[in-house]
């Protein structure tokens, strides 16, 4: 419920603090006074449209802040959560109005966007008046009412799974088609295309593995050439060996003759030789070790060339060959076995549409019973508020082919004012005080079943006689036994109903030639004067007193 409202800077309010308690309060004062502005403070706080006129005169900006007790299983504690807005017991809703049309909006002190506002307030909070187009008269709620009535929780949540069950199914089947469809026309480009990729039997990393592979191998091919090169230089046909040592034989047999010339020459082509010749037997141990094979590095190039060669053929990296393979043998498996796990979905999806034809007709049954029970209840209300000409009518409307998460009905309430006239939305056939007696004669029938804790009645008896304001407080009352009650009125017999009076009144600000709107609660002697005066006006009279005590004592 609405526990308490502050208010700064708006319009003629300065400063301004409210206490709410449970029940019905009744909201009085003298026309112009101020109590339209007190409503209008309190639609901003819950995600009314902004306006820079509603700023105070002289001041850059108003606030006003709205502080809930909010039950645990509330709705409006789901809406907190998706959100990520923490929240106790207490639930403070804030409204800054700056002068220029802007506005900030607040949550329990975290930014909010607007229209975050104006749905935890719609939970919170139902205003109604004669010229209020937010309440009952939005057919796309009616729907949600009457399920609420009827307390149909479970029937409404089996029909969503099964709404779900089978969108499900049909989107399992339309894949499948798609798919078959697609087979279809590129059967004969698949099967090629998976019969030349199984020959190539891409690999994933192969190509990683086979460029390194070359790369490898291309090095060694480079230096097994320069090794055959040294090796044939040293050890081949044009080797030096034979030459110098046939020389060195030479040498040696003319060394004595020498006289010591030769000493030196032949040891150093004897080391010359040693030298050469462990130079041969390293160059064949290299050349064992490196044991190049110019067909592998060909073999080699000829698959890494043939995948990337796919790769291009078919616009895919090398690396997804092996995937796109998997995929066109799906798709061909597909065609193949297609038609049969098509006719497995199919039958799949047709029962799931079967299960939700059941449920929902099961649904539609159970809101056409909850539909009359509203009905008789609302008749029951409409003789005592001067409407027993009236009907109220709730129209379910059932289209089983119309297969919605909501099920199959489309509800609306209508009305019908008089005998032999044609029922129509409330908004286009009754006149402004029958539709704020409508409204009433529907919260009282729907009392505490989809209504929010809070509602708020704005001069719903406008118009009206003292026998009719009389069972208009008496419907008012009663709503209060289940939700909280705030009734603007200029009815006595309303406001002495009323568990809790509030009297909204201007006046003069000291010091300054300015008026402002103040509230004050009324108890006691003084709540019987107030009450005196809506019944006699200017002049409270004696009699005028007495009709108020009576009135007040028999509420």
Do not use: C
Request: proline share 3%.
């Amino acid at each position: 419920m609405l526990a308490a409202l502050s208010i700064r800077d708006i319009v003629l309010i300065d400063r301004l603090e409210i206490e709410f308690s449970g029940g019905m309060t009744a909201l009085t004062g003298e026309t112009g006074a101020g109590k339209s502005i007190l409503l209008d403070a309190l639609s901003l706080a819950l995600g009314g449209r902004g306006d820079g006129s509603l700023v105070r005169h002289g001041a850059s900006q108003g606030q006003v802040t709205a502080v809930f007790d909010v039950a645990a299983d509330h709705v409006v504690r789901g809406i907190l959560e998706a959100n990520s807005i923490d929240s106790d017991n207490e639930l403070i809703l804030r409204r800054v109005q700056t002068g220029d049309g802007r506005t900030r909006a607040f949550v329990n002190d975290q930014p909010v966007g607007v229209a975050l506002l104006r749905d935890i307030g719609a939970t919170l909070v139902e205003i109604h008046g004669q010229h209020d187009d937010r309440a009952l008269i939005d057919p796309t709620v009616h729907r949600r009412l009457l399920d609420a009535f009827g307390r149909l929780d479970v029937e409404t949540t089996a029909v969503a799974a099964a709404h779900a069950a089978w969108r499900a199914a049909e989107s399992e089947v339309a894949k499948l088609r798609r798919r078959i469809a697609s087979a279809r026309t590129e059967g004969d480009y698949l099967r090629a295309s998976v019969e030349e990729l199984s020959r190539l039997s891409p690999q994933t990393g192969e190509e990683t593995e086979l460029a390194e592979r070359r790369h490898h191998l291309m090095q060694v091919e480079k230096i097994a050439g320069d090794l055959s090169d040294a090796h044939e230089t040293i050890a081949g046909s044009t080797s030096p060996v034979p030459s110098l040592a046939s020389l060195a034989r030479r040498l040696e047999r003319k060394r004595d003759q020498a006289g010591g010339l030769l000493d030196g020459v032949v040891e150093a082509i004897d080391r010359a030789l040693d030298g050469l010749e462990e130079a041969e037997t390293l160059l064949e141990r290299s050349l064992r070790e490196s044991a190049f094979d110019p067909k592998e590095l060909e073999r080699t190039e000829e698959r890494l060339f043939a995948l990337r060669g796919a790769g291009r053929k078919f616009d895919v990296p090398v690396e997804n060959l092996a995937a796109l393979r998997e995929k066109m043998e799906a798709d061909l498996a597909a065609l193949e076995s297609g038609e049969e796990r098509l006719a497995a979905l199919e039958s799949a999806a047709e029962a799931a549409r079967r299960a939700f034809d059941a449920v929902a007709a099961a649904l539609s049954a159970r809101r056409r019973h909850a539909a009359e029970e509203l009905e008789a209840r609302v008749a029951e209300e409409l003789p005592a508020l001067k409407l027993e000409r009236a009907a109220f009518i709730v129209l379910v409307e059932s289209d089983p082919e119309e297969r919605l998460e909501s099920g199959i009905d489309a509800v609306s309430f209508v009305v019908r004012t008089n005998p032999g006239t044609r029922p129509g939305p409330l908004m286009k056939v009754a006149s402004g005080g029958e539709l704020s007696r409508f409204l009433l004669a529907i919260k009282v029938a729907l009392a505490d079943r989809g209504s929010a804790p809070t509602l708020v009645f704005d001069e719903i008896d406008t118009g009206v006689g003292g026998a009719v304001a009389e069972a208009i407080g008496k419907r008012l009352a009663r709503l209060a036994e289940r939700v909280q009650v705030l009734s603007v009125t200029h009815a006595p017999q309303v406001a002495a109903r009323a568990g809790h009076h509030f009297l909204i009144a201007k006046s003069s600000l000291p010091g300054e030639e300015r008026v402002a709107t103040g509230v004050s609660v009324l108890g006691g002697s003084a709540r019987q004067e107030e009450v005196a005066r809506m019944l006699a006006g200017s002049v409270v009279t004696e009699e005028a007193r007495a009709a108020a005590a009576r009135l007040i004592g028999g509420a």
